[in-house]
């Protein structure tokens, strides 16, 4: 019984401590071994906060909805990492046109009924942004712009935000802007 108090109040005292190695560590006391593994703590999920560009109010994404490598990347830093991705562009490409992009913002984006989409002047100047864009086409504006942005626009339907990276990848390689700048 004695072995095994020594044995737990160590395995607490070496998973309480504050190294930040990912190493493995091996104790021995009175011929009980006790191995411990050290785990990375784990990062700060979000780092940006979304706002609607009708009124300037918090736009709340459920974080779950960022669930490919690209989106997190996203969500974490702003950055679209599928700008300048040729396989992102051409499915980014398919979704503007399926979403009916077109109809108001032409075929490459620069503008037909609606404003241009590639800059560098935009209706919306936060625009210039991939994190700015990405507000605007998810929660729509106050020019007529419904919300295209997954849930919105019915409880099951929309755009979810990797698909929406794809379709802000497809426009700025239509521009010079790359939005991540």
């Known amino acids: 019984m004695f072995k095994q108090s020594i044995t737990l109040i160590l395995f607490l005292l070496i998973s309480c401590s504050d190294q930040s190695d990912n190493t493995i560590q091996e104790q021995t006391t009175n011929d009980v071994a006790v191995v411990v593994e050290k785990i990375e703590p ?23 909805m960022f669930d490919t490598d690209a989106a997190k990347e996203f969500l974490a830093t702003g950055k679209n990492i599928y700008v300048g991705d040729a396989k992102a562009i051409k499915m980014g490409k398919k979704r503007y046109n399926l979403w009916s992009c077109t109809q108001c913002h032409g075929p490459t984006a620069k503008g037909q009924v609606g404003p241009g989409l590639t800059g560098p002047d935009f209706r919306y100047p936060k625009d210039a942004t991939n994190k700015g864009m990405f507000e605007t086409i998810w929660a729509g504006t106050n020019g007529g712009m419904g919300a295209k942005g997954f849930g919105l626009m019915t409880a099951d339907d929309g755009i979810t935000p990797d698909e929406m990276l794809k379709i802000i990848a497809f426009i700025r390689s239509n521009g010079s802007i790359t939005g991540n700048e």
């Open 42 to 64: 784990k990062k700060p999920s979000r780092t940006i906060t979304f706002i609607k560009t009708t009124d300037g109010s918090n736009l709340i994404i459920p974080e779950v």
